[in-house]
């Protein structure tokens, strides 16, 4: 069978399609909300990379010609993978300065209060989308050689993580942030420092080469900046 979410149809099946819609769809709202307390001059806005980093994981799906259903499905799962930072400070997420041990720690809360937001809110579904959102929701911080935020390793992460993983950290790579100094932050820069100072100690080199080339198209033909 596929580690790729491709037994499933939400749309097929209203019952538990709607209740789960319905409720990405308030979370991102949540997420809008709790990121207007923030200062004005945020660029990392949270929903706003919640949706560039689904968009992203449909398109490299669609590259991959792993088809519509698993693209769909890998979008609406991946959504929702940073809902969990509304349960923290706002204050917590514009420090200047570069972020000390324990703030990182406590960023990386995030991860394991989102699964409980969904635990909590769908817990009463059993269906393979619900497993797949939250292997992506708690896991999109791992790496293959089990430095991430929960330790697993390679043989530990399935496909849709390994791919939202590579997505997330890209996206987050392209939004300057003070410590960054002149690092570039293009696309083209972004994809060189993942493959050359990051590369498959972090990532799933197959599915990376993937995306970037995915990315790479689009930046060539001018449809990404």
Not at 32 to 40: D, E, L, M, N, T
Not at 89 to 97: F, L, N, R
Not at 102 to 129: A, C, N
Not at 172 to 180: C, D, E, F, L, V
């Amino acid at each position: 069978m596929s580690e790729w979410p491709d037994n499933f149809d939400l749309r097929e099946t209203p019952e538990i399609g709607t209740p789960v819609h319905t409720f990405i769809t308030s979370e991102m709202e949540k997420l809008k909300v709790y990121g207007a307390q923030r200062p004005s001059g945020s660029k990392y806005i949270f929903h706003e990379h919640a949706e560039r980093v689904a968009q992203n994981i449909k398109k490299t799906c669609l590259h991959m010609e792993l088809g519509d259903l698993v693209a769909e499905n890998m979008y609406w799962a991946t959504l929702p993978h940073d809902i969990g930072k509304r349960k923290l400070p706002a204050e917590i997420w514009d420090k200047v300065e570069k972020p000390s041990d324990e703030l990182k720690r406590q960023r990386r809360s995030h991860t394991d209060l989102g699964s409980k937001i969904v635990k909590e809110e769908l817990g009463y579904l059993t269906h393979p989308f619900i497993d797949l959102t939250l292997d992506i929701m708690r896991n999109h911080h791992e790496q293959m050689n089990g430095a991430g935020y929960h330790g697993l390793t390679e043989e530990q992460l399935s496909k849709p993580v390994r791919l939202a993983a590579i997505v997330e950290a890209y996206d987050g790579w392209r939004i300057w942030r003070p410590h960054y100094g002149d690092r570039d932050i293009s696309i083209p820069g972004v994809l060189t420092r993942m493959r050359e100072e990051k590369g498959p100690d972090i990532f799933d080199m197959e599915l990376f080469e993937a995306f970037a080339e995915m990315k790479m198209n689009a930046y060539n033909s001018g449809l990404d900046e």
